[in-house]
């Protein structure tokens, strides 16, 4: 596991800031700068609430970004969480402005505060991104449902896509539709009947560096959707072979030790 926020220095995900070469933190020393310029010529309240905006803006890219350029992390990584990356870039930004006026670190410390809020917000969920996921998964594995789902999957496993409502759905969509192609449309109706029953008890246990994404009624849709649109891919008798009760026996044995939707 990832040694905890209070060793900065030493913390893998964590990268230097370069003062010198990155357009966001110059974006953001810029903004803060001209909010502090502006207070001091007591500019109108309409300039002071536009530079406050700036620095939201500057500090949420800023944060941001370097949170997406951070790695897949290993399935039993759990720190460290989107609050203390946060918080530890967030400090970076502060340390910068160490001398600046307490009424400009305020500002500062505010534009973090939401920033971590939004971070840790699930998206909303939203029909044309989940399809754009499943298409993209699709088309770079040449139809291969598997390593599809493997993709977005490893997606979720990267510290910006921890609360990717839209992602998390399409990665289940495709994981019901592997259940299927593995063995049946009635063993994957079943797991994902027991793992949405699961979810709305709140029992699903973390299963990944990210949180568990919470129940949706357009889950549970895309999850049934997964399973019934891989069963009509095959023929008749790959149904009917596949509809054998030893198939459908088995293949409940089998997912009750590999099923690991999260």
């Given at each position: 596991?990832?040694?905890?926020l ?14 010198g070469?990155?357009?966001d ?10 909010y502090?310029t ?7 309240p ?10 939201e803006?500057?500090?949420?890219a800023?944060?941001g970004?370097q ?11 759990r ?11 967030g400090?970076s930004?502060?340390?910068?402005h160490?001398r ?10 505010g534009a ?6 939004q ?8 029909r044309?991104k989940?399809?754009a ?10 139809g ?5 789902f493997?993709d977005?999957?490893?997606q979720?496993?990267t510290?910006s896509h ?9 990665a ?18 079943i ?7 699961k979810?709305?008890?709140?029992e699903?246990p973390?299963?990944g ?29 790959e149904?009917?072979f ?7 026996i ?7 030790f590999e099923?690991?939707?999260s």
């Amino acid at each position: 596991m990832v040694a905890p926020l209070n060793a900065v220095s030493s913390l893998a995900y964590l990268r230097p800031i370069d003062d010198g070469g990155s357009s966001d933190v110059s974006t953001t020393d810029a903004a803060i700068a001209k909010y502090t310029t502006d207070v001091n010529n007591h500019e109108s309240p309409a300039v002071i609430n536009a530079d406050r905006q700036a620095i939201e803006t500057a500090v949420n890219a800023e944060i941001g970004d370097q949170i997406a350029g951070l790695p897949i992390r290993n399935k039993t990584e759990r720190e460290p969480t989107i609050q203390q990356l946060v918080d530890s870039y967030g400090k970076s930004i502060l340390d910068r402005h160490e001398r600046d006026p307490a009424i400009t670190k305020e500002v500062v410390e505010g534009a973090i505060g939401d920033y971590r809020q939004q971070a840790t917000t699930w998206t909303p969920e939203d029909r044309s991104k989940i399809d754009a996921y499943i298409k993209g998964a699709m088309d770079r594995h040449g139809g291969d449902i598997q390593k599809a789902f493997e993709d977005l999957r490893d997606q979720r496993w990267t510290p910006s896509h921890f609360y990717d409502s839209n992602l998390a759905i399409a990665a289940d969509y495709l994981r019901a539709r592997w259940e299927t192609q593995k063995y049946n449309n009635q063993v994957a109706d079943i797991e994902v009947g027991m793992y949405l029953d699961k979810k709305k008890k709140n029992e699903i246990p973390q299963n990944g560096p990210g949180p568990v994404s919470q129940y949706s009624s357009l889950q549970e849709e895309y999850m049934y959707k997964g399973v019934e649109d891989q069963w009509n891919t095959l023929h008749w008798w790959e149904q009917m072979f596949l509809s054998d009760s030893s198939t459908t026996i088995g293949g409940l044995a089998a997912a009750a030790f590999e099923n690991d939707i999260s």
